[in-house]
């Protein structure tokens, strides 16, 4: 059992019908049929939405976002038609809020890693294989791998785990012509990212990217390299064998499994509630992946 410990209640706003609650992000539509996305200050971990938000998550994570759809442009399109708030939304959604266009979703998460760890470093361990791509011999926990692999996952809904499924899963899902695309572009991007973050002493150790067709066109959805959806790890502390140091949300994870939280994970009690030294430590987290990567400060 998991899901959310505190399920929203959708707010109703002139113009605009609620389609859905995720996570993180609020998934409306607007009366010209655009999808109207406000991302939330709320945190998951081990498949629970928290009942504690972390303050100005939902405006990093916005325009980080906007900030690699950017520097990516060229590679893929996306999705954001408008960053400006819709008429009569509540001042709250400024900065954290993009409307855009209504895609046809492709059901894979498309995960691209260039560092063991993680349920990669899990199936590694035990057969020397990511999502069946053979791996060589002798990789620990953070340890760079030889070039980056797509490793798709197949979409959960909130509260179920994402599984991971070969690439010959995903050909035989969506078409081998769509899968390759999906491969291809994943890839580039992440090669892309992987140096401008590198540039900035940051390794992104992997992140999942979601696309939809628009016509013909395949255009990068969603949000798009965000401590929620990426890892990254500070260059200067990177040390393979070990867990490395993290911005993103890693740092809740570790606090829900210590002794502190008190909360037994195998359980199916809901975890408790963050307290303000974890939510203030993670919020400084988000921020500084901000800075770090857009080189502008937080305001």
């Given at each position: 059992?998991?899901?959310?410990?505190?399920?929203?209640?959708?707010?109703?706003?002139?113009?605009?019908?609620?389609?859905?609650?995720?996570?993180?992000?609020?998934?409306?539509?607007?009366?010209?049929?655009?999808?109207?996305?406000?991302?939330s200050d709320r945190i998951s971990a081990f498949d629970w939405v928290l009942p504690t938000e972390i303050p100005?998550?939902?405006?990093?994570?916005?325009?980080?976002?906007?900030?690699?759809?950017?520097?990516?442009?060229?590679?893929?399109?996306?999705?954001?038609?408008?960053?400006?708030?819709?008429?009569?939304?509540?001042?709250?959604?400024?900065?954290?809020?993009?409307?855009?266009?209504?895609?046809?979703?492709?059901?894979?998460?498309?995960?691209?890693?260039?560092?063991?760890?993680?349920?990669?470093?899990?199936?590694?361990?035990?057969?020397?294989?990511?999502?069946?791509?053979?791996?060589?011999?002798?990789?620990?926990?953070?340890?760079?791998?030889?070039?980056?692999?797509?490793?798709?996952?197949?979409?959960?809904?909130?509260?179920?785990?994402?599984?991971?499924?070969?690439?010959?899963?995903?050909?035989?899902?969506?078409?081998?012509?769509?899968?390759?695309?999906?491969?291809?572009?994943?890839?580039?991007?992440?090669?892309?990212?992987?140096?401008?973050?590198?540039?900035?002493?940051?390794?992104?150790?992997?992140?999942?990217?979601?696309?939809?067709?628009?016509?013909?066109?395949?255009v990068l959805a969603d949000e798009v390299l965000t401590p929620d959806s990426s890892r990254f790890w500070p260059?200067?502390?990177?040390?393979?064998?070990?867990?490395?140091?993290?911005?993103?949300?890693?740092?809740?994870?570790?606090?829900?499994?210590?002794?502190?939280?008190?909360?037994?994970?195998?359980?199916?009690?809901?975890?408790?509630?963050?307290?303000?030294?974890?939510?203030?430590?993670?919020?400084?987290?988000?921020?500084?992946?901000?800075?770090?990567?857009?080189?502008?400060?937080?305001?």
């Amino acid at each position: 059992m998991s899901g959310f410990v505190e399920k929203p209640e959708p707010l109703e706003v002139p113009g605009l019908v609620h389609l859905h609650t995720g996570k993180v992000r609020d998934l409306y539509q607007n009366e010209a049929g655009d999808l109207v996305m406000v991302a939330s200050d709320r945190i998951s971990a081990f498949d629970w939405v928290l009942p504690t938000e972390i303050p100005d998550k939902g405006r990093t994570l916005t325009q980080l976002s906007l900030w690699w759809f950017d520097k990516l442009a060229d590679l893929v399109p996306n999705h954001v038609l408008s960053a400006e708030l819709p008429p009569g939304a509540p001042d709250d959604w400024a900065g954290r809020t993009l409307i855009c266009k209504s895609l046809r979703m492709v059901p894979v998460e498309c995960v691209a890693r260039g560092y063991l760890t993680g349920s990669g470093l899990v199936e590694y361990n035990e057969s020397r294989t990511v999502c069946g791509l053979a791996l060589p011999e002798g990789l620990v926990d953070g340890s760079e791998i030889p070039a980056p692999i797509f490793t798709p996952a197949t979409k959960a809904a909130v509260g179920e785990h994402d599984e991971n499924v070969s690439y010959e899963e995903v050909a035989r899902q969506v078409g081998a012509e769509t899968a390759a695309q999906l491969r291809q572009t994943t890839l580039a991007v992440y090669s892309r990212a992987r140096d401008i973050a590198r540039d900035r002493g940051i390794i992104l150790a992997d992140t999942k990217f979601e696309f939809g067709y628009e016509g013909e066109t395949l255009v990068l959805a969603d949000e798009v390299l965000t401590p929620d959806s990426s890892r990254f790890w500070p260059a200067d502390e990177w040390e393979p064998g070990r867990p490395q140091p993290s911005f993103d949300k890693q740092y809740v994870r570790d606090w829900l499994t210590s002794p502190e939280s008190g909360w037994d994970r195998k359980s199916e009690q809901p975890p408790p509630a963050l307290p303000p030294h974890v939510v203030e430590a993670t919020r400084a987290k988000y921020i500084e992946a901000y800075e770090r990567l857009t080189g502008t400060s937080w305001s």
